[in-house]
């Protein structure tokens, strides 16, 4: 469920108004007045939400979940059982179904409100001892700024945001619906907290999907100059204690990266991939998304790690798509060998 001191919750709604945004008939049987009270994720939600499960890898946790109710696909897969009290709501699309729901729970979930802030530090802020604002810098409503801390010229701190102590944040920097731990560096330009690239598609349009998690970045972390990280759709988007990322690196919604790993310039890790600890990424990697990387593996520049691929760790990997080095290394010497073989008559 959304975290209430970034966003505002216009539920509780009916089961039967849910459908009619949606799209989608009531279910046989089921009671149209039934109140829901947000939505949430498979794993996250309780009685009185809604969830949503596509069938793609989560049988598991749709077995499990103690959701009330569930979009689910009306050509759904046979061999999946549902929870017994959950209610099974059959939908020609569940991205759009879901897009829709969570729209009617939080119309403004796209960015903060600062149309009724009147002054650049709002006075429900709370501001530690020895902080330093720079000029330009705005601080939203509740927001925390712990003890020591330095905000560079034009930083814009969001509603709710709460920023731990001795931290550097360069200028011209954006930080929205994010926990951030102690002593951390975040150099100028990076965005944190942005909404996800999430959408829901069809015959007529992209309909964006309400991106409701968080951005928690833990103790000594590095963030460099231009980097995104998005903040999670359902969940949060997590970056371990002591990790250092370069410069111009994209980080999508619900990623978890571990502790003290290194992410070389211009690398970019799509969805709801997991990295564990001390994972190193080359220059120009590319990490599709809901991809697994073991503790210490590292990856060579402008390798590509394809959806879904696992990688174990403490082992090298390269090339595309990404495979343990010594392969990717025998397949160049092979291909170049190729192309050094002398014709023979007249042919390849």
């Known amino acids: 469920m959304a975290d209430p001191r970034f966003y505002d919750n216009r539920g509780p709604w009916t089961l039967a108004e849910i459908c009619a945004r949606a799209g989608a008939a009531l279910p046989a049987g089921a009671d149209g007045s039934a109140k829901i009270e947000d939505v949430a994720s498979l794993t996250g939600a309780v009685g009185a939400h809604l969830t949503f499960y596509t069938g793609d890898g989560a049988a598991s946790e749709f077995s499990r979940t103690a959701a009330g109710f569930c979009f689910v696909a009306a050509k759904a897969r046979k061999g999946v059982e549902a929870p017994p009290n959950l209610v099974t709501i059959p939908c020609a699309s569940v991205p759009l179904a879901f897009a829709a729901a969570a729209d009617l729970f939080y119309p403004q979930a796209g960015a903060d409100d600062w149309s009724r802030q009147c002054t650049p530090v709002d006075p429900s802020a ?13 601080v939203g409503p509740h927001a925390q700024i712990g003890d ?7 930083t814009v701190i969001g509603r709710g945001v709460a920023v731990g102590r001795g931290c550097e944040i360069g200028s011209n920097v954006s930080i929205s619906h994010a926990y951030l731990g102690d002593r951390l560096l975040i150099l100028s330009g990076a965005q944190i907290g942005q909404p996800g690239f999430g959408f829901a598609s069809n015959a007529q349009a992209h309909v964006k999907i309400p991106q409701l998690g968080r951005v928690i970045v833990q103790d000594k972390v590095e963030i460099g100059a231009c980097v995104t990280v998005d903040r999670g759709g359902l969940g949060d988007t997590v970056i371990g204690e002591g990790t250092k990322i370069d410069n111009l690196v994209q980080i999508a919604h619900n990623v978890h990266i571990g502790r003290h790993c290194v992410i070389v310039s211009q690398s970019g890790i799509a969805g709801s991939s997991i990295l564990g600890d001390f994972v190193v990424i080359g220059g120009q990697v590319g990490i599709s998304d809901h991809c697994r990387i073991g503790s210490g593996a590292r990856i060579a520049g402008r390798a590509a790690v394809v959806p879904g691929q696992e990688l174990d760790g403490g082992r090298d990997y390269g090339g595309v798509p990404a495979k343990p080095a010594m392969d990717w290394m025998r397949e160049m010497h092979a291909v170049a060998a190729l192309i050094r073989k002398p014709k023979r008559n007249g042919h390849d």
């Open 126 to 138: 709370e501001i530690g001892e020895n902080v330093v604002l720079g000029p330009g810098v705005v």
């Open 148 to 154: 020591g801390t330095c905000l560079g010229p034009n």
